[in-house]
């Protein structure tokens, strides 16, 4: 205690010493006062000034008011003696200069608050048994019914959880989390088909994936991620796994879920409740949840249409630089346009994005909406590297692949072929089957549509 | 109170450490009923008219009114509509008063070309002699002459007059009644002494940090961390604490960022969001230890008009992690140990202040309840959500204690009622002008302001002044 005094202070108030040495509040006090009364008889010369703390009756404009005064021990007696009752006297602190005013009093005891804002009560005199913070779940539940009562469900709010989605959220995570799983994968992998697969799937699973999908998505991503690629799933994404990435991909930009789903992937079930979160999305993104809603319409089919159909998304932002965000809009609808029943290879999407991208299954079955600024550097297929700063934007993959795609897609300009036409035969392309995937996962292109013609 | 039970042990700290330090429980709320359902609005839609709120108003209070004319002017007097006056008939009319005032700040005639007025200045007190009372009802209106005074009297009370209708079709008033407090249930306080403090205006973000020692205090006080044993074992025994509005200073409120150019303002944070933080950081000292409630105010970031719904939980995102943590609405209104507490955070009585001769914000607080209405002057000059079905300011049973928050000083009163009402009336100080703060004994009903300070360098000798 005494050394407190020696080596730092300025001043030790009450508080500060309670917490600092972990005491109750009245200890503290007590200790203060001890100190005080051995150094003043000690007389070592070191001038300890005093503030105290004095509580009482007082009438004030006919009122008796208690009063609740720190004063300096100059003005303890004075004080004192205009209150009719006292109720407290105690040591509030002690300093080694003279205070003019009462304000370092209160900064001293601001920061060490500060410091302990959890535990603010731990040593207290006062306990309160009704005083326990909420659990997680319980805040999600005031949540909820206060979602349901402000009729305007907020995607982003970090503890809110949309009514259709039954899990406790811990949103907070869940975006950290993810882009972590994911680039997780991605680190792991080199560009490869189904890593194009994952590409694709990734972004779309984290357009899709919002902050407000189930907590355990995250970290069940991660995992599932990670194992997905460490066990071999590239064969599998290779093979028949495509399709059903796709499938995940779609699924996770559709708010139904077909029951075919991810066999492959282990985060079956947390894809499901990203599905059910999609009702809760499509409210927020009109547009393209409403295409989406359309295009769940069709799932039955399609496994291949999924792939088709996401192809073709990715594919035709490729013509349409310009704009973000009508692009998978417009390609969506395209994809409803023109859906096959043949399955599709892989959405190459020319996606060459290496980085970043989808992982496969995992990334298909959370819809987490997100907007990352990633630079996607690729391989086009004339051998050039292309490096494009993509911003994916809340829909699945759209907002990337249209980004990918465009920059590929401006090299490929100086073909005759008109820029509109690209997507369409760009989809079509892709849907050609297995052995294009090679070419589709590099870059959509005019090329491809008159190779297959 | 607080200081006779703590004199015996008041300075029992002033002592070399002790082995066992006491702790106490706090003091437990045996029942708490929330009642502020009326003030909660679910579907806001403005697409209203609000005169539907004076036609309730007059259909809900007419037949309290009508009641009481009676009773006052025997129950042989006429009751009449404004459309069945005859000219010299004594009789009793009921109808909503009007009071046309000439300083009144009207909309229409600061955008009036012709007169090329520029906005008046805001002023205390917008009453002038040459106002005038009129009657309205469902119907039609009357200019009110004779025995009433009109400087007291604000638009929107609902009031039963008795006269007769002169030659020159106004309107001779000989006496008028109001609807008076309404009937009260039986207070079942608790049997020992149990508290609650109310605190109002603590105007965090004004910049100045006069009242933040202040407010430590307070804090310290209620936690059980200030104080000897004796007084620590006295705050123990509050049960809850609520903080009647302006928990924001109104600096915080400066707009001028929307006249600035965005680039200039793009960085800059707004001043509630700092202020709102540490709003977050005392809440949070106060939750650990007892259960508030929380009203907003008029700097506070809610809806304007009346009712005010509560400040949003995403704003404390750590006290509202406690679920002692309650916000709630303005005007408040909830039962707590048997005793029912309604309050607002002032509004109400301020604007009642700005058009209505009354000066002292206790002699309002007393008027609005012998009204029988929270707020009549809404929707006229405060803001006020276009109601239809209902009012819900109207007072439907007397509480037990009614107060009002952000009043220039402390002041209470014990009111009883013609049928045996007894409310306890409370204007909470502005804490940031006043440090002073309001503690209620549940078991009698008294009430005794706590006020903190600290020191400064301009003082000649200790800290006795009120407000610093």
Not at chain 1, 126 to 154: F, G, Y
Request: with cysteine; aromatic share 6%.
């Amino acid at each position: 205690m005494q050394c407190f005094l020696c080596v730092f202070i300025l001043q030790v108030t009450y508080k500060w010493l309670s917490y600092t040495l972990g005491v109750h509040v009245n200890q503290a006090k007590q200790m203060l006062y001890d100190y005080v009364e051995r150094k003043r008889k000690e007389s070592s010369g070191a001038q300890l000034h005093v503030t105290y703390l004095v509580a009482g009756n007082l009438v004030q404009n006919g009122y008796i008011c208690h009063k609740v005064a720190v004063v300096r021990e100059d003005k303890l007696e004075a004080m004192k003696s205009k209150l009719a009752t006292i109720a407290s006297v105690h040591v509030y602190s002690i300093q080694k200069a003279l205070l003019k005013d009462s304000g370092p009093l209160y900064n001293t005891d601001y920061d060490i608050i500060k410091t302990n804002l959890q535990n603010c009560s731990k040593f207290s005199a006062i306990h309160c048994a009704a005083a326990v913070p909420r659990t997680l779940a319980e805040v999600s539940q005031a949540h909820t019914s206060a979602q349901i009562d402000s009729q305007t469900p907020n995607d982003m709010q970090v503890a809110s959880v949309p009514v259709t989605n039954g899990q406790v959220p811990s949103t907070a995570k869940q975006a950290s989390q993810q882009p972590k799983g994911i680039m997780g994968m991605f680190a792991a992998k080199s560009s490869s088909k189904s890593q194009d697969t994952h590409k694709e799937t990734k972004p779309e699973s984290k357009e899709t994936i919002g902050v407000s999908t189930a907590s355990s998505k995250p970290p069940a991503k991660g995992n599932t991620m990670s194992n997905f690629f460490g066990k071999a799933a590239m064969n599998k994404l290779k093979a028949s796994s495509e399709s059903e990435q796709a499938k995940e991909e779609r699924e996770v930009t559709k708010p139904s879920v077909p029951a075919a789903e991810p066999k492959l992937l282990p985060t079956t079930t947390v894809e499901k409740p990203g599905k059910k979160t999609e009702p809760v999305k499509i409210q927020k993104k009109d547009r393209k949840r409403a295409k989406r809603v359309d295009l769940s319409d069709n799932e039955e089919e399609k496994e291949a249409e999924n792939l088709k159909k996401k192809r073709r998304r990715i594919k035709q932002p490729q013509s349409d630089s310009s704009d973000n965000e009508d692009g998978p809009a417009s390609s969506i609808s395209q994809e409803d346009r023109a859906p096959t029943p043949s399955p599709e290879p892989p959405p190459k999407a020319g996606l060459e994005p290496a980085s970043t991208e989808v992982k496969a299954s995992t990334g298909g079955k959370k819809r987490k909406r997100r907007r990352v600024l990633k630079s996607k550097t690729s391989l086009d297929d004339e051998g050039c590297m292309v490096t494009e700063k993509v911003f994916e934007s809340e829909s699945c993959t759209d907002s990337e692949e249209e980004f990918t795609k465009a920059k590929p897609a401006s090299l490929h300009r100086q073909s005759t072929a008109p820029v509109k036409k690209d997507p369409k035969e760009d989809r079509r392309g892709p849907k050609k089957g297995a052995a294009t995937a090679s070419k589709a996962n590099k870059q959509v292109s005019i090329m491809g549509f008159f190779q297959k013609k | 109170m607080f200081s006779e039970q703590a004199a015996p042990t008041a300075q029992g700290l002033l002592a070399p450490p002790s082995a066992e330090p006491s702790t106490f429980a706090r003091a437990p709320v045996s029942t708490y009923t929330d009642c502020t359902e009326p003030f909660r609005l679910g579907q806001r839609s403005f697409s209203r008219q609000y005169a539907h709120i004076y036609a309730t108003r007059l259909i809900q209070m007419r037949p309290l009114l009508e009641e009481r004319a009676q009773h006052k002017w025997g129950s042989g007097i006429a009751m009449r509509k404004l459309c069945e006056l005859q000219a010299g008939e004594k009789c009793c009319v009921v109808g909503t008063l009007f009071k046309s005032m000439q300083l009144q700040p009207s909309i229409l005639r600061e955008i009036s070309e012709e007169h090329n007025l520029l906005p008046q200045p805001p002023r205390t007190k917008y009453i002038h002699q040459s106002d005038e009372l009129i009657l309205e009802d469902e119907l039609q209106r009357i200019k009110l002459e004779g025995t009433i005074d009109v400087q007291k009297l604000v638009t929107g009370t609902i009031l039963a007059i008795y006269g007769s209708e002169k030659d020159n079709g106004k309107f001779l008033v000989e006496d008028h009644c109001f609807a008076d407090l309404p009937r009260q249930l039986p207070m079942r306080g608790p049997s020992t002494n149990h508290f609650v403090l109310l605190v109002s205006g603590l105007g965090l973000g004004s910049g100045s940090g006069e009242s933040l020692l202040s407010m430590q205090l307070l804090v310290d006080v209620v936690t059980g961390q200030l104080g000897a044993e004796g007084e620590q074992s006295s705050a123990a025994q509050i049960t809850r604490v609520i903080l009647a509005g302006n928990l924001l200073s109104q600096s915080t409120q400066s707009r001028d960022t929307i006249n600035k150019a965005k680039y200039l303002t793009k960085k800059t944070q707004a001043a509630s969001v700092e202020a709102v933080k540490m709003l977050d950081e005392i809440l949070l000292q106060l939750c650990t230890s007892v259960p508030v409630d929380v009203m907003p105010g008029e700097f506070d970031p809610t809806n304007y008009t009346l009712p005010q719904q509560p400040l949003h939980r995403c704003m404390l995102p750590l006290a509202s992690t406690y679920s002692t943590l309650q916000l709630v609405t303005n005007p408040y209104q909830a039962e707590i140990d048997g005793v029912r507490f309604l309050g607002t955070s002032g509004q109400n009585i301020s604007d009642i202040f700005k058009y209505s001769s009354m000066d002292d914000y206790m002699e309002i607080l007393e008027w609005t309840l012998c009204v029988g209405h929270i707020s009549p002057t809404a929707p006229d000059t405060l803001g006020c959500f276009p109601f239809y079905k209902s009012d819900p300011f109207i007072f439907t049973d007397c509480p037990h204690v009614y107060f009002c928050g952000n009043a220039p000083l402390f002041s209470s009163k014990l009111l009883k009622g013609r049928d045996g009402q007894q409310v306890l009336l409370v204007t909470v100080p502005d804490f940031s002008a006043t440090q002073t703060a309001c503690l209620i004994n549940l078991c009698d009903l008294s009430c005794q302001p706590v006020s903190f300070s600290g020191f400064s360098a301009d003082e000649d000798e200790g800290d006795m002044e009120i407000g610093h």
